[in-house]
T-cell receptor, first 113, second 115 residues
């Protein structure tokens, strides 16, 4: 497959625990943020997004929090499962060219059974 | 899954040869993107298209060209492949209905090895 051996920050959690993945973004003018999940050998998969006029958005087992004061984004995964093991990327819409996204380097989540 | 396919899925080629990767979508989305993914660099934008025959450069465009002659196809060409272009290449699409990118949907990737 297309697995890429990324040298990433790694978060290791026990199955059933909650996970929190953090991301700092670069531009206070950014108005849109997205979280992606990438499993080994696959392309990134959209998880959840949030616009800058919101502080929190919830999906199925996931919550995204946006703190514009400190330019910080977090992804919370409730009751983490082995299938959640993946690399997680945050991205922000480029305020200078809103046709593009600016990507973080990713965090590897390992779920221990 | 969004209707995005990439071809070929794997390719090995020699330095100096031309290579073309194809991205095909069935979603009629306006925006299409080519990224490369390498260890330690995450996803880096090569080129993108905001309409038929409308393309622009990304952050790592040197050595690459693109073409989009119809909505559904976006081609990435390496005119003369080099070993530094060994990578995994991902195509992505975005509806762009607001005139801006929102969520992007990715294809399965192409692993290119240049020997």
């Amino acid at each position: 497959g297309e697995s890429v051996g990324l040298h990433l920050p790694t978060l290791s959690v026990q199955e059933g625990d909650n996970s929190i993945i953090n991301c700092a973004y670069s531009n206070s003018a950014s108005d849109y943020f997205i979280w992606y999940k990438q499993e080994s050998g696959k392309g990134p998969q959209f998880i959840i997004d949030i616009r800058s006029n919101m502080d929190k958005r919830q999906g199925q087992r996931v919550t995204v929090l946006l703190n514009k004061t400190v330019k910080h984004l977090s992804l919370q995964i409730a009751a983490t499962q082995p299938g959640d093991s993946a690399v997680y990327f945050c991205a922000e819409r480029d305020a200078g060219n809103n046709r593009k996204l600016i990507w973080g380097l990713g965090t590897s989540l390992a779920v221990n059974p | 899954d969004a209707g995005i396919t990439q071809s070929p899925r794997h390719k090995v080629t020699e330095t100096g040869t031309p290579v073309t990767l194809r991205c095909h979508q069935t979603e009629n989305h306006r925006y299409m993107y080519w990224y490369r993914q390498d260890p330690g660099h995450g996803l880096r934008l090569i080129h993108y298209s905001y309409g038929v025959k409308d393309t622009d450069k990304g952050e790592v465009s040197d050595g690459y060209s693109v073409s989009r002659s119809k909505t559904e196809d976006f081609l990435l060409t390496l005119e003369s492949a080099t070993s530094s272009q060994t990578s995994v290449y991902f195509c992505a699409i975005s509806s762009g209905t607001s005139g801006r990118t929102d969520e992007q949907y990715f294809g399965p990737g192409t692993r290119l090895t240049v020997t």
